[in-house]
């Protein structure tokens, strides 16, 4: 992104870089839970619920991808250390314990939906600092989150219905 690129991005485009940063940390804690979700689940309709948490880690993975794109162009830097992940993150990692499908599923319900509020409000935030090119990228990702949420509560509710 040019000088004027960065400028329209409004007056605060660091307090942008940070919360950015923030979601950037989500992703990759959520990257790694799908990751390890999928090597270690059992139970139900296991294989099923394994390919899902396989196809949902590919996407935070492009979605941190996307967001240290966005970052730099914006001037600033993706966290540099995975022990920021933890400090900046705004969802919490949920550590697998249980590898029934159902506990998998019913903690990246969770991871989801804590996506959703903080993509949200990051939305909001954009919209009121003017910044239309990250707020176009945060649609994009938000939209995922909620397909993600949905196709979990899909995979639970077939697991229960069984
Ligand atoms: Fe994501
Ligand atoms: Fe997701
Ligand atoms: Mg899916």
Not at 27 to 36: H, N
Not at 90 to 95: A, D, H, L, V
Not at 103 to 117: D, H
Not at 121 to 149: P, Q, R, W
């Amino acid at each position: 992104m040019g000088k004027f690129g960065r400028e329209i991005a409004g007056p605060n485009v660091d307090r942008i870089i940070e919360k950015l940063n923030k979601a950037f940390a989500d992703e990759w804690l959520a990257y790694y839970q799908y990751w390890v979700g999928a090597k270690i689940v059992k139970g139900r309709m296991h294989p099923n619920v394994e390919e899902e948490l396989e196809e949902h880690a590919k996407e935070e993975l492009e979605h941190a991808e996307e967001l240290a794109k966005l970052i730099v162009q914006l001037g600033g830097k993706p966290l540099l250390s995975p022990d920021e992940w933890f400090k900046e993150a705004n969802c919490k990692y949920n550590k697998p314990d249980n590898p029934d499908t159902k506990a998998i599923l019913k903690q990246n319900i969770e991871g989801e939906q804590c996506a959703i509020k903080v993509y949200k409000e990051l939305l909001e935030y954009l919209g009121k600092e003017g910044d239309h090119v990250s707020a176009h990228e945060i649609i994009d990702i938000l939209e995922d989150e909620v397909e993600h949420e949905e196709d979990l509560e899909n995979l639970l509710e077939d697991i229960e219905g069984e």
